[in-house]
């Protein structure tokens, strides 16, 4: 019998997958800013031409992606660039392909109470 496997994503390398912690450490960490951000999704992006796919990559693209279309500072994560707190939190939601296509518009927000946390 033939067995069907599906193609798995490459893994990084131990020193790239360090590499990209300490990347997300620096750069998506508490406190966050616009040049940091690109920084980061500029290596995620070359470590994407060698490591197509990888899941450690697309959580980091997802992390940073979601990271610096966020203008203000809310919770732990400080934008040092937008130190303010918009008086009501607003939930986002962006998907994969709308992230891997870079488009970089502004997120929709949800209008149900259900989408706000207190």
């Known amino acids: ?16 997958l360090q590499t990209l912690r300490d990347a997300m450490s620096r750069h ?3 406190v966050r800013d616009e040049a940091r ?11 994407d031409s060698r490591y197509p796919n990888a899941l450690a990559l697309v959580n ?8 610096l279309r966020r203008r203000e500072s809310r919770g732990s994560h400080y934008r040092s660039d937008y130190p ?4 009501i939190g607003a ?17 929709s927000t949800c209008s149900s109470p259900d989408c706000l946390t207190s």
């Open 1 to 16: 019998a033939h067995v069907i496997r599906p193609a798995l994503p490459p893994s990084l390398s131990e020193n790239d």
């Open 28 to 30: 998506a960490g508490v």
């Open 37 to 47: 951000l690109t920084r980061l999704l500029r290596l995620i992006s070359d470590m």
């Open 60 to 67: 980091a693209r997802l992390i940073a992606t979601c990271a």
């Open 84 to 87: 303010l707190t918009n008086a």
């Open 91 to 107: 939930r986002t939601f962006t998907n994969w392909t709308e992230v891997q296509t870079k488009t970089y518009g502004e997120l």
